[in-house]
């Protein structure tokens, strides 16, 4: 299954009027607001959770080293790719015994090369997220995302009033993986 680039999250009809419900809107004239507000509201439910939500391609530019490597998008549904970045940005594939790959039980991906390559950084390209659509995604964090796009919506115009529900966070806190920095 093919996955759309990382920086095109889908927003399906289905969930606008999950929202307009949730603010009890009557009307469709929003519906494009919505639409982008749900964007923003699935990037900061992903950042606090540090997991993609929806699956979506991604590629990975790293320095060659001979350790394992841990790739920055998590969870790792696969791995496609792995090409060599040449000096003029140009990629070529690597052969497959030239690199080693992993996704643990946690889903998170892993790429090394073997030692005897003359590259200096390569490309992995790599499926991430939890769901393959909307319908899949956790109702917690699916209800978070929603109710913050209606926070958006509704304080649009207005200063900031201390900042989101904390019924958004209470949602999504179970789901959260912590990063040791």
């Known amino acids: 299954m093919s996955f ?3 920086d095109m999250l889908p927003v399906p009809i289905e969930l606008i009027d999950e929202v307009r419900g949730f603010l009890r809107l009557d009307h469709v004239e929003d519906d494009e607001a919505i639409a982008q507000l749900l964007r923003s509201a699935a ?3 992903e950042n606090f959770i540090g997991q993609r939500l929806i699956a979506r ?7 060659v080293r001979t350790e394992w490597q841990k790739l920055k998008k998590q969870p790792v549904q696969a791995i496609t790719l792995v090409e060599a970045v040449g000096p003029d ?3 070529t594939s690597l052969p497959l015994n030239d690199y080693a790959l992993d996704i643990d039980s946690d889903g998170v991906g892993w790429v090394k090369l073997l030692p005897a390559n ?3 950084r390569i490309a992995v390209t790599y ?10 995604v956790p109702t917690t964090l699916r209800q978070g995302v929603v109710r913050l796009a209606g926070y958006l919506y509704t304080h649009r115009d207005r200063m900031d009033a201390g900042g989101p529900p904390s019924a ?4 999504w806190r179970p ?3 912590m990063r040791v920095a």
Not at 57 to 63: E, F, I, K, Q, T
Not at 127 to 136: E, F, K, M, R, Y
């Open 175 to 177: 789901h959260r993986r």
């Open 4 to 6: 759309p680039p990382d």
């Open 43 to 45: 990037r900061l439910c």
């Open 127 to 136: 499926d991430a997220g939890l769901a393959t659509d909307w319908a899949h």
């Open 168 to 171: 958004v966070t209470a949602l």
């Open 89 to 91: 940005g140009a990629l």
């Open 118 to 120: 003359m590259v200096a």
């Open 57 to 63: 391609s991604v590629c990975d530019r790293m320095p």
